[in-house]
């Protein structure tokens, strides 16, 4: 079956470090997308790659880095310059024209130790 | 841009019909979108409406769509305790975005047994 996976589910990081965030779709979707999510909180938009080899920031871009590589993959990298990381961090992805909306992963909660 | 505002909370009991509404501001967006939240999990799509229709009902689901005022609205009959969970209404940005969206801040409904 078709989908998008995200791991791992759960991450724990010690202040300093740098963690990536997986994220891998079989679907043949063009467009990928990072959110981050606090509790209570809406979705924000970190970044956004709408072909390979190409990403733009979105609202909350500051300490985050993503590469986009292969159309599969759209790796998230939480760096130590991101001042509170501790969120839900939602991927999705989508054709990328029309209107069959986003197709979410089940999302990683980042947890700072 | 594009705002999409939502109010945070509703409260229905079991068997009643819960209305959850949105507004939004980009007249230009053609597709409307609602998704589904369940605690821990990514978004689900429910049901989406373009922009030419009034209304769209998919079993136990209505969405209700008022363009002049930028209002929309998801209608979910004989609500169950399984509908518990945060709703979230989009709309895909204009212009060229592609099939970028932007999403409210979410409705979290509550069924009461």
């Known amino acids: 079956d078709g989908g998008i996976t995200q791991s791992p589910k759960y991450l724990f990081r010690k202040e300093g470090q740098n963690v990536t965030l997986s994220c891998e779709q079989n679907?043949?979707?063009?467009?990928m997308y990072w959110y981050r999510q606090d509790p209570g909180q809406g979705l924000r938009l970190i970044y956004y790659s709408q072909i390979v080899n190409d990403f733009q920031k979105g609202d909350i871009a500051e300490g985050y880095s993503v590469s986009r590589e292969k159309k599969e993959s759209f790796p998230l990298t939480v760096t130590s310059a991101q001042k509170n990381p501790t969120a839900f961090y939602l991927c999705?992805?989508?054709?990328?024209?029309?209107?069959?909306?986003?197709?979410f992963g089940s999302g990683t909660r980042l947890t700072v130790v | 841009g594009e705002d999409v505002e939502q109010s945070l909370f509703l409260s229905v009991r079991e068997g009643d019909s819960s209305v959850i509404n949105c507004t939004y501001t980009d007249s230009s967006s053609t597709y409307l979108y609602w998704y589904k939240q369940e605690p821990g999990a990514g978004l689900q799509l429910l049901t989406y409406?373009?922009?030419?229709?009034d209304m769209k009902q998919d079993q136990r689901l209505t969405v209700l769509l008022n363009k002049k005022d930028k209002h929309l609205s998801l209608r979910i009959a004989d609500t169950q305790t399984g509908d518990s969970a945060i709703y979230f209404c989009?709309?895909?940005?204009?212009?060229?975005?592609?099939?970028?969206?932007?999403f409210g801040g979410g409705t979290r409904l509550m069924v009461k047994p």
């Open positions: 999705a992805s989508s054709i990328g024209t029309g209107g069959y909306g986003y197709t």
């Open positions: 409406i373009f922009s030419n229709m």
């Open positions: 989009a709309g895909n940005r204009g212009n060229n975005a592609g099939n970028m969206l932007t």
């Open positions: 679907l043949n979707h063009d467009a």
